[in-house]
């Protein structure tokens, strides 16, 4: 027979509802206990058995992570359960969990602290470096130890595409003409070796000869120790025609008198180099008369 009931029992201040309808009497109130142990008294101030302070029978999971934030166990848990957690993104506010975050599982973010042995949730690091690996292979190693991953990409997890880039100012090479219009993987190609996520692209010591990325359609003739400097004679990311060309300076043959009025193509052949591919030819060229004129017979 029953002697203590469950309307009995609400007038101590704790109802005796799902699931501690099913726990043992000697559960809470232990017989090892002096009675005053045992069945302490609601009206003492030092009382913390009441429904809403379920930590005056269970022990604390977290490891007091909540204590200085003032937080109970039902401000994130339901009374009638431990799991699911009562806790979701409005909750959440002092990291707002938008965009891909939204749907990332909890424990993905905060792991078990192996020297506590409990899971991290107070003191959690925000920073993208502390749960995301360096998918740069290094490159920005400089630029993460003073800041993060937010000073390139957006903050609100929406998207990894970077944000506004001002490539003149933090890579000192400013983007006009036919370049403002290339797609970034045109310029920054895979990077190779180790270290490196698959797919990680070359940013850091990107080369910027126009010939690290465009083809040379003269076929070395303007090769310097090894070097093609195409904007030797073409300045402009516009058009490839517009010229900047001192023949009299840059080349062993000056125009004077009549030779100023000739057209290019009249000194520069177009001359075939293999099958279905021509060339203008600049170099090698004689500078004689006879190299263009020949012998007049009389």
């Not at 993104?89 to 973010?109: E, F, I, R």
């Not at 937010?150 to 880039?165: M, N």
Request: proline share 6%; hydrophobic share 30%; aromatic share 8%.
């Amino acid at each position: 027979m029953k002697l203590i009931t469950a309307p009995v029992h609400e007038a101590t201040g704790f109802r005796l509802e799902k699931p501690h309808d099913r726990v043992e009497c000697r559960k809470c109130h232990p017989a090892e206990r002096a009675f005053a142990a045992r069945y302490p008294d609601p009206a003492l101030p030092a009382y913390r058995r009441r429904e809403s302070q379920c930590e005056g029978c269970h022990r604390d999971v977290h490891e007091g992570q909540f204590a200085a934030a003032g937080k109970g166990c039902l401000d994130c848990h339901a009374r009638t359960h431990f799991l699911p957690a009562q806790f979701g993104l409005a909750q959440h506010g002092t990291y707002p969990l938008t965009g891909a975050h939204a749907a990332v599982p909890c424990q993905d973010c905060h792991q078990v602290n192996a020297a506590a042995g409990t899971r991290q949730f107070a003191a959690t690091a925000r920073e993208c470096k502390a749960c995301h690996a360096d998918p740069h292979g290094g490159q920005f190693s400089r630029e993460l130890a003073a800041g993060d991953c937010s000073q390139c990409h957006r903050g609100d997890a929406s998207t990894f595409k970077i944000q506004p880039f001002d490539h003149e100012r933090l890579a000192n090479y400013a983007l006009t003409g036919a370049h403002a219009q290339a797609a970034c993987e045109s310029c920054h190609r895979e990077l190779p070796g180790s270290g490196a996520a698959p797919g990680a692209r070359r940013y850091r010591n990107t080369d910027r000869e126009c010939a690290a990325c465009h083809r040379d359609v003269h076929l070395g003739q303007f090769k310097d120790d090894g070097k093609v400097l195409c904007d030797s004679c073409h300045p402009s990311t516009t058009t490839w025609k517009e010229l900047d060309f001192d023949h009299n300076r840059q080349s062993r043959f000056p125009l004077d008198g009549v030779h100023a009025m000739v057209a290019c193509q009249d000194c520069h052949p177009r001359v075939q180099v293999a099958e279905n591919r021509f060339i203008i030819q600049y170099k090698p060229l004689g500078v004689e008369c006879r190299d263009c004129h020949g012998f007049v017979k009389r």
